[in-house]
């Protein structure tokens, strides 16, 4: 069989296979990335190739599983996944026919091109040279240096494929595709010939190591133009159930790199921003303490980026997210207008973009900042079913999971976040959803431990020096209570610490359920604390 250049292009019946991957074209003639597993891509690659000629089960098999023995059913469930993927709109017969006991023909026409290796991959620059699209990575596969060479290799390659995958859901992330990254791995290429070759501005490598019941991964995030490592973190874990393990490593590795991503992107100058810019700068924002500053920054660029393209999704979204939460931080002095502009651009999203889970999320915030816990769970949990490793869609479900009373969940699923994300920004909220619900469990020597990382990650929020003035009150360690008190006190911007009268006042506490234990336990401790009823 021909080899297939990894630079061509097939276009069939609104798709594109290039070497990043399949591509569906919207309505809009955009190309959003289809999500199937890299050996069903395999098996389309080689069905693509002589269309409407029959392929042998064999030949696609020695293709798509160069040099290892499956059984049949390993492309049996190859082609299904693409079956489902290729035929949803097709009114007719598949596009893939089977014939019965010799192997498959693909029927629909397909037009092959022959691309310049960057044409795909990369934009051109004001100065007419070819440049790396913003936030485009290639997730090599990593290197295994342990004894056990036939489940190392399981593992190495699992993590590999997993990482591509959870990179490839992160909003505005281009990432190559596993198929691509394979042809590096047993050929010594620099960084820098990568990043030319693929047009991408990162590489991601590493190495897994086993060791009896340990495993230790390591990943290093390089910038491919100058071949400077910007990030490296060493992940160690017990072998246990290898499938748990693998998603638990590639989870907390694609939520660190995202961190980073943002972070780097948003330090390059750019002499004429654009909305990804805008967007960028907006999100690295977003990564620092909270404060009237912090919000108006973040909402700016959020702005900025929307003045460029009012359509798009990721704006919209994201001022909607930026708007709400200056809402629930209480650094606003007009809520209602704000709140009014998060409803109608996220909205708008949805409208645009039903299967974004950033825009789902976003909903699920603005739903929280009107008081509307129990609807804003699904939203949540939608953005979750799309990508499973989003810390902040774990936030802010475990939130409105304590608000409707389902506190186990809320403290389950805060304590997941951090799993995902122990260096994450907003590392302190997660601490307080466990913190409180455990105060609401009038459990307060398990609160405090929680609630005082979260006073030593998010000091500037009045509500953790409340929740630990009414934790130690009901341990009876006034003293420490009454200090706690005053900075809540000190650091308000309404007041509401005054007396029990003007908290009951101006706050929202859930459903009839938790208002109950929050009258039973943080109200109790707070008048220990010696705040007044009036």
């Known amino acids: 069989m021909e080899a297939l250049c990894s630079t061509d292009i097939f276009l069939f019946e609104g798709f594109r296979l290039d070497r990043r991957g399949l591509f569906r074209r919207c309505e809009d003639a955009a190309l959003t990335p289809v999500e199937i597993g890299s050996r069903a891509l395999d098996v389309l690659r080689r069905l693509l190739e002589r269309p409407g000629d029959l392929i042998w089960r064999r030949e696609i098999m020695a293709g798509a599983w160069p040099r290892t023995i499956v059984g049949d059913n390993n492309l049996n469930v190859q082609i299904s996944a693409l079956r489902r993927v290729l035929d949803r709109d097709r009114p007719q017969e598949s596009c893939i026919q089977t014939v019965p006991g010799r192997g498959y023909r693909f029927l629909a026409p397909v037009k092959r091109l022959e691309a310049n290796p960057h044409s795909a991959i990369q934009t051109i620059s004001h100065g007419g040279e070819p440049s790396p699209r913003?936030?485009?990575?290639?997730?090599?596969?990593?290197?295994?240096?342990?004894?056990?060479?036939?489940?190392?290799?399981?593992?190495?390659?699992?993590?590999?494929?997993?990482?591509?995958?959870d990179l490839s859901r992160l909003e505005s992330v281009f990432v190559i595709s596993h198929n691509t990254a394979l042809t590096y791995r047993e050929n010594a290429v620099g960084t820098s010939r990568i990043g030319r070759e693929l047009g991408v501005r990162y590489v991601l490598n590493g190495s897994v190591q086993q060791s009896g019941k340990q495993v230790r991964v390591t990943a290093r995030l390089i910038d491919a133009a100058t071949d400077t490592h910007l990030w490296a973190e060493r992940f160690d874990h017990g072998i246990g159930d290898l499938f748990d393990l693998q998603n638990e490593i590639t989870g907390r590795i694609a939520n660190a790199l995202g961190l980073e991503l943002i972070a780097a992107?948003?330090?390059?100058?750019?002499?004429?921003?654009?909305?990804?810019?805008?967007?960028?700068?907006?999100?690295?924002?977003?990564?620092?303490?909270?404060?009237?500053?912090?919000?108006?920054?973040?909402?700016?660029?959020?702005?900025?980026?929307?003045?460029?393209?009012?359509?798009?999704?990721?704006?919209?979204?994201?001022?909607?997210?930026?708007l709400a939460h200056r809402v629930l931080d209480r650094l606003t002095d007009a809520a209602a207008a704000d709140m009014a502009r998060a409803v109608m651009l996220v909205d708008r999203a949805l409208a645009a973009s039903p299967r974004s889970p950033m825009a789902h999320l976003a909903k699920g915030i603005v739903l929280r900042a009107l008081d509307r816990c129990e609807e804003a769970i699904p939203e949540c949990e939608t953005a979750l079913a799309i990508n499973p490793n989003n810390a902040s869609a774990l936030d802010n479900l475990a939130d409105c999971k304590l608000l409707t009373g389902s506190l186990e969940d809320a403290i389950?699923?805060?304590?997941?976040?951090?799993?995902?994300?122990?260096?994450?920004?907003?590392?302190?909220?997660?601490?307080?959803?466990?913190?409180?619900?455990?105060?609401?469990?009038?459990?307060?020597?398990?609160?405090?431990?929680?609630?005082?990382?979260?006073?030593?990650?998010?000091?500037?929020?009045?509500?953790?020096?409340?929740?630990?003035?009414?934790?130690?009150?009901l341990k009876g360690d006034i003293e420490r209570a009454t200090v706690e008190l005053a900075k809540a006190r000190r650091l308000s911007a309404d007041n509401r610490w005054s007396s029990i009268a003007r908290w009951n006042a101006v706050g929202y506490f859930g459903v009839p359920k938790v208002?109950?234990?929050?009258?039973a336990t943080y109200i109790a401790g707070m008048r220990k604390a010696g705040m007044p009823e009036e």
């Open 265 to 322: 992107e948003a330090a390059r100058p750019a002499e004429n921003p654009d909305a990804p810019d805008y967007i960028l700068r907006g999100r690295a924002a977003g990564l620092r303490p909270s404060s009237r500053d912090t919000h108006a920054k973040r909402i700016a660029m959020f702005e900025h980026a929307l003045a460029f393209d009012p359509r798009s999704t990721e704006a919209q979204s994201l001022l909607a997210d930026a």
């Open 412 to 473: 389950t699923l805060a304590q997941q976040a951090i799993r995902l994300s122990p260096r994450d920004p907003r590392i302190g909220y997660f601490y307080i959803r466990i913190g409180h619900a455990h105060l609401l469990q009038s459990c307060p020597d398990k609160a405090i431990p929680w609630l005082e990382r979260a006073r030593g990650a998010v000091p500037e929020i009045p509500f953790v020096h409340a929740l630990l003035a009414s934790a130690h009150g």
């Open 134 to 165: 913003r936030l485009s990575i290639v997730v090599l596969p990593f290197s295994d240096i342990g004894n056990d060479r036939e489940q190392q290799c399981d593992l190495v390659d699992g993590i590999t494929e997993d990482l591509t995958t």
């Open 515 to 519: 208002r109950t234990l929050m009258e």
